[in-house]
């Protein structure tokens, strides 16, 4: 069984930063990309930023040059920087990884990290 454990949302100012973590535990054998979504009150969940294995990123265009997505060298954890924060960025932030099980890579979910921007 795999988990998927985000940590580091919260409450913070616009302008201020945050960093969140994922972490993937359980029987891995492979992670290829892992990305992050968010989910705002009464709108679809979105891709915010991704990675894949070997390091190539992509971001939604709304978070590029204020966020930043990376890995750990274990490849099981997946950070997001998240500078110049603003209030539309007030969202439940979800990790999602594309895991190797039974036969072929299947996606997990994280239970997600709320954040809220505001004054």
């Known amino acids: 069984q795999v988990q998927l454990v985000e940590s580091g949302g919260g409450l913070v100012q616009p302008g201020g930063s945050l960093r969140l973590s994922c972490a993937a535990s359980?029987?891995?054998?492979?992670?290829?990309?892992m990305d992050w979504y968010r989910q705002a009150p009464g709108k679809e969940r979105e891709l915010v930023a991704g990675i894949t294995s070997g390091g190539r990123t992509k971001y939604a265009d709304s978070v590029k040059g204020r966020f930043t997505v990376s890995r750990g060298n274990e490849k099981t954890t997946v950070y997001l920087q998240m500078n110049s924060l603003k209030p539309e960025d007030t969202a439940v932030y979800y990790c999602?990884?594309?895991?190797?099980?039974?036969?072929?890579?299947?996606?997990?979910w994280g239970q997600g990290t709320q954040v809220t921007v505001s004054s």
């Open positions: 999602n990884a594309q895991i190797f099980m039974n036969g072929g890579f299947r996606p997990s």
């Open positions: 359980g029987s891995i054998f492979s992670i290829s990309s």
